[in-house]
């Protein structure tokens, strides 16, 4: 069983790279979700937190998941409640491209 600790660390990981493409402010993780199956972890740029100002928030950032068994991190989307990406994840009807890439 993954430890809070041991998923927020792949989801930082997974932060960490999303903000090495161009446009894209370091992020960092605002909350998490404990769910059955996966944590879920919410994030925001860290300009945002540091001034709360909205012209600093990033838009469109889905929650990360990360399978409480495997370790594994998913991405979500934002079209969707996240009890919707959880179940598509949990009953295996989900792939992304965090499904087929090494993890950190």
Known sequence: MVTEQEARSTAAAVLQEMSSF???PPLAIVDV??????????????????????????????????DRKTGQAHHTGTARSIDYYVAEHTNGRHTCALCASPQP
């Not at 996966?38 to 469109?60: A, P």
């Open 33 to 66: 979700e404990e769910r059955p199956a996966f944590w879920v972890f919410h994030y925001q740029s860290v300009r945002y937190i540091e001034t709360g100002s909205f012209l600093d928030s990033v838009m469109g950032n889905a929650p990360v998941l990360v």
């Open 22 to 24: 161009p446009d894209v």
